[in-house]
């Protein structure tokens, strides 16, 4: 009897820890999937293929239309940015803007945009074509933003406004064989993984910004990068119009008209540092400190002011009864000069005091 009661338990313990790894691992993998069952009127249909990181589905709306939608979860904004831009390179005439995602383009036939970690990739149905443009919206909404805005390296291009449709942006590249505009001086640029870059075009010129993490770094390869333009220049080998080192950015301008516009271009560049400490701010003690004068200073100079300002109107005030209290007295001095025979002195009138006007004031006889 008590091997059996001791057996149905067991069972029943297994039962539930199967049903809690099954209720785990459905948890688990539905947790993974990075497309939604439904998006706006569109309902998932298949999915083509599926990895922790990568998925493909197709969607078919109320209509019969279908999607096919590929999404990719990358490390970093940044890198999914950069999946973006150089997607645009197989759509030359396609322009990045701001209004898909946080950036993205369009074509005829699919939509590609970007939106915090994720890369997103919307191809139309042939057969069955939908509104691409509704349903990138309502996926876009589904999605975490983010940063939600671009890389600043590429809001420090020439214009932005205009280069940043054609932008092409690298993120910690370790070399720029990679990229996707080659010439000899790049073969100088040497990163290690430290490293941003972006390409823009301006007209027929083209402007390369590479912004290194390090003082260090960007020293070290700007000493190369003069070297190999001065070795170009005696092999006679083409080289860029311009070059220049901006804070840590190492700045080219390619096929310029002439040097005029090659210099005017890198004129627009600025370097922006924003410094973040990992821990506690070394200096907080000095800029408290310095807060703490500057306010000081500031109080005490609206004390001043305001007690100069009370000063002048108690002087003003002052002198301004001082002199009507003056004119006040002078003319009643006057007018007892002119009513007076005594000659503006005191007079005692003898001859009026009798003793039946005023007996009191009279000296009396000694007896």
């Known amino acids: 009897m008590r091997s059996r009661l001791r057996l149905s338990k067991v069972i029943v313990l297994l039962a539930l820890l199967l049903a809690f790894v099954s209720s785990a691992f459905a948890d688990t993998s539905e947790s993974t999937r990075l497309l939604p069952a439904t998006i706006g009127k569109f309902k998932k249909s298949s999915v083509i293929a599926s990895k922790p990181d990568i998925e493909v589905a197709e969607y078919v709306g109320n209509k019969g239309d279908r999607v096919t939608v590929e999404i990719s979860r990358l490390r970093q904004d940044a890198q999914a940015y950069e999946t973006l831009t150089k997607a645009r ?7 990045i803007v701001n209004s898909i995602g946080t950036a993205g383009f369009a074509t005829d036939d699919q939509i590609t945009f970007f939106k915090g970690q994720h890369f997103v990739w919307i191809r139309k149905d042939k ?19 983010g940063e939600g805005d671009i890389p600043a390296l590429v809001k420090h291009l020439p214009e932005p406004e205009v280069t940043q449709k054609n932008a ?3 993120n910690s590249f370790a070399e720029l064989r990679q990229y996707p505009f080659d010439h000899p001086v790049l073969s100088a640029v040497q990163a290690a993984g430290n490293a941003d870059a972006v390409l823009g075009t301006y007209g ?4 390369l910004i590479v912004e290194f993490n390090t003082p260090q770094l960007a020293t070290e390869n700007d000493q190369r990068i003069i070297a190999r333009i001065q070795e170009l220049w005696k092999l006679g080998q083409p080289a860029p119009t311009a070059y220049r080192r901006v804070g840590n950015y190492s700045v080219f301008v390619f096929d310029a008209p002439d040097q005029m516009m090659a210099n005017y271009l890198i004129d627009q560049v600025k370097y922006e540092q924003v410094v973040q400490w990992l821990g506690e701010n070394p200096n907080i003690y000095k800029e408290a400190q310095k807060q703490y004068i500057n306010t000081t200073l500031g109080v005490l100079v609206a004390v001043l002011k ?15 009864f001082g002199g009507l209290l003056f004119t006040y007295r002078r003319s009643q001095q006057r007018e007892a000069t002119a009513y007076s025979d005594a000659g503006g002195m005191l007079r005692l009138n003898l001859d009026e005091l009798t003793p039946e006007t005023d007996p009191a004031r009279l000296l009396r006889e000694r007896n």
């Open 168 to 170: 092409v942006f690298v």
């Open 306 to 320: 305001a007690s100069g300002y009370a000063l002048i109107t108690c002087l003003g005030l002052g002198g301004l």
């Open 127 to 145: 057969e069955n074509p939908a509104n691409l443009n509704e349903f990138a919206q309502s996926l876009s909404e589904t999605l975490d933003k």
């Open 89 to 95: 390179l197989t759509n030359p005439n396609a322009e």
């Open 204 to 207: 027929q010129s083209k402007i």
